[in-house]
């Protein structure tokens, strides 16, 4: 197995709410970067392409950073919904059900990051418009 195949799908074992805990937040820290470097990336796109002609203001786009902290901070929050989902599955069933963790991983992984480029998606679409008013 790779390393990242065995970061995002671990071979199932029962596990006390300590060791779901600890798996979580041994996580925390790749999920925040990968998250992030998405983040970073949109801004970075975001900025580049409101520099584009046709109706380019000739200003860089700048983004506040209020809404990042806010975003970084709520992705954070979603985060726990994660550990406390797996450890109250545990507790209503317990082995009678593999371990849920991974699985929520990464669908929130997924959700964060595909979120965290949404705006790439967005500008593009708007400058696609630009040139087509432009043109048209």
């Known amino acids: 197995m790779t390393a990242l195949t065995e970061f995002l799908f671990p071979a199932p074992a029962h596990r006390s709410t300590g060791q779901i805990l600890?798996?979580?937040?041994?996580?925390?820290?790749?999920?925040?970067?990968?998250?992030?470097?998405?983040?970073?990336?949109?801004l970075v796109f975001v900025r580049l392409v409101s520099m584009l002609p046709p109706g380019a203001s000739g200003l860089p786009f700048h983004m506040p950073w209020i809404p990042i902290a806010v975003?970084?901070?709520?992705?954070?929050?979603?985060?726990?919904?994660?550990?406390?989902?797996?450890?109250?599955?545990?507790?209503?069933?317990?082995?009678?059900?593999?371990?849920?963790?991974?699985?929520?991983?990464?669908?929130?992984?997924?959700?964060?990051?595909?979120?965290?480029?949404?705006?790439?998606?967005l500008v593009l679409l708007a400058w696609v418009y630009r040139i087509v008013v432009a043109v048209v």
């Open 22 to 42: 600890r798996w979580w937040e041994s996580r925390r820290l790749p999920y925040n970067l990968m998250v992030g470097s998405a983040g970073v990336f949109s």
């Open 71 to 121: 975003f970084a901070g709520l992705a954070n929050i979603c985060y726990l919904l994660g550990p406390t989902v797996e450890v109250i599955t545990e507790k209503l069933w317990g082995r009678q059900v593999l371990p849920v963790g991974p699985a929520l991983f990464r669908m929130g992984l997924t959700f964060s990051v595909g979120l965290a480029l949404l705006p790439t998606l």
